[in-house]
């Protein structure tokens, strides 16, 4: 029994004194989205898109969705930008993320870029 009490003191003082040692700690450190956007960026992870997409909300500036998300793959138009992923539908087109910086101003027809995210949606981005 005094083997076991003494061990346990052991480790309680290793770990009291030396919690750096320990990879949690360091991990624990770095916000979860940093994370995923890491992930993202290098590898077009689905699963880390969906999770960055959480942290988007409409209005923020348009330099703000490039430091979650990295530079878009791809921008048909001028204020529209799509960010891929390594996920397709059963059709084999690619689900990803359209992103949108204008905003209909009057009719259906005319839209102003506004350098503000508008909106966004995860999709089938194949064209």
Not at 54 to 60: A, D, I, S, T
Not at 75 to 93: A, E, L, R
Request: proline letters at 5%; charged letters at 25%.
């Amino acid at each position: 029994m005094k083997k076991l009490a003494l061990s346990f003191v052991a480790l309680v003082m290793i770990v009291v004194l030396q919690p750096q040692s320990f990879s949690f700690s360091a991990q624990a450190k770095q916000p979860h989205w940093k994370w995923h956007s890491a992930r993202y960026q290098k590898t077009r992870n689905y699963r880390s898109l969906k999770v960055l997409v959480k942290y988007l909300k409409r209005g923020m500036p348009r330099c703000k969705v490039v430091s979650i998300l990295g530079e878009p793959d791809y921008s048909p138009v001028d204020g529209q930008c799509y960010y891929s992923s390594d996920k397709t539908n059963s059709k084999g087109v690619i689900i990803g993320l359209v992103v949108e910086y204008r905003k209909y101003v009057g009719n259906d027809v005319d839209m102003t870029i506004t350098g503000k995210l508008e909106s966004f949606k995860l999709m089938p981005i194949g064209e």
